[in-house]
């Protein structure tokens, strides 16, 4: 296992984070804005999570660490 030089880059561009932020910000926007709490569905932020391991497997060229991938 290696672990990645450029965090911040991965944090940010990587699609399985994206994935996890979401499912996040469907789960605090009912507490902030209590009327949103019906019209978001329960299942939305599952569904992200869920396919936070499938973005996982999709080929990121833009996360490279240098010109040759190593």
């Not at 880059?9 to 994935?19: D, E, I, N, P």
């Not at 932020?21 to 019209?39: C, H, Q, S």
């Not at 978001?40 to 599952?46: A, E, F, G, Q, T």
């Amino acid at each position: 296992m290696r672990l990645v030089k450029n965090k911040r880059r991965v944090l940010t561009w990587s699609l399985s984070m994206w994935c996890v932020y979401l499912a996040g910000l469907f789960e605090l926007v009912p507490y902030i804005v209590p009327y949103l709490d019906d019209w978001i569905p329960r299942w939305l932020s599952i569904l992200f999570l869920v396919a936070s391991p499938v973005a996982r497997l999709i080929h990121q060229p833009d996360l490279k660490e240098n010109d040759n991938g190593r």
